[in-house]
């Protein structure tokens, strides 16, 4: 009878995501609150061997993020404050800070960016990253949320509107409807 690595006959191996051991460069930037926070869950859930960065316009947002790297955005229009669910605000403030968002995605290999549309920074300011990305020539894959419905049919219309400009400078887009995550969530 065989053994696992914890001893038991036929226990299910227990893995831990590890991507340290890759010989690709992977960074995960995530962008405005959402994006920030999916960053900040990432590294709570312990995973390992790729470099997240964490931008966002609003600086005390942006202050509490566990990532090492972080771009407050658009410092000068914003001034700290936030995009104001500013889709145009979003996309002009990760345009100040191109070149720091370059900077940081320098030798990558493959970016995952997250950020959740219909908001300010993320909803436009994430194609500016994944623009950059792929004048990079890094495999680029975008995992983005849609508002929930009750957000409003302006939100929605915003994160349509960033998922489209999204998808013209990715490799790869993933959209996560809230609304699916709140019936899924509401059967358990």
């Excluded at 590294?43 to 972080?70: H, M, P, R, W, Y």
Aim: glycine share 14%; aromatic share 4%.
């Amino acid at each position: 009878m065989s053994e696992s690595q914890e001893g038991k006959p036929n226990a299910p191996k227990t893995t831990k995501t590890n991507f340290s051991d890759s010989k690709a460069n992977i960074k995960v930037f995530g962008i405005g609150g959402a994006g920030v926070n999916a960053v900040n869950n990432m590294i709570n859930s312990g995973l390992e061997g790729v470099e997240f960065f964490a931008a966002n316009t609003d600086a005390q947002a942006l202050s509490s993020c566990n990532a090492k790297n972080l771009i407050q955005v658009g410092s000068e229009i914003t001034r700290g404050l936030g995009a104001g669910a500013d889709p145009d605000i979003g996309y002009a403030a990760a345009q100040e800070s191109i070149e720091e968002i370059r900077a940081g995605l320098q030798g990558a290999d493959m970016v995952f960016i997250t950020a959740g549309m219909g908001g300010g920074t993320g909803t436009l300011g994430s194609s500016v990253v994944a623009e950059v990305a792929r004048e990079l020539g890094c495999l680029t894959v975008g995992v983005v949320t849609k508002p929930f419905l009750f957000e409003g049919k302006r939100r929605m219309r915003n994160a349509d509107r960033g998922i489209e400009e999204l998808r013209r400078q990715v490799d790869t887009l993933i959209t996560i409807p809230n609304q699916r995550l709140l019936s899924v969530a509401g059967r358990n």
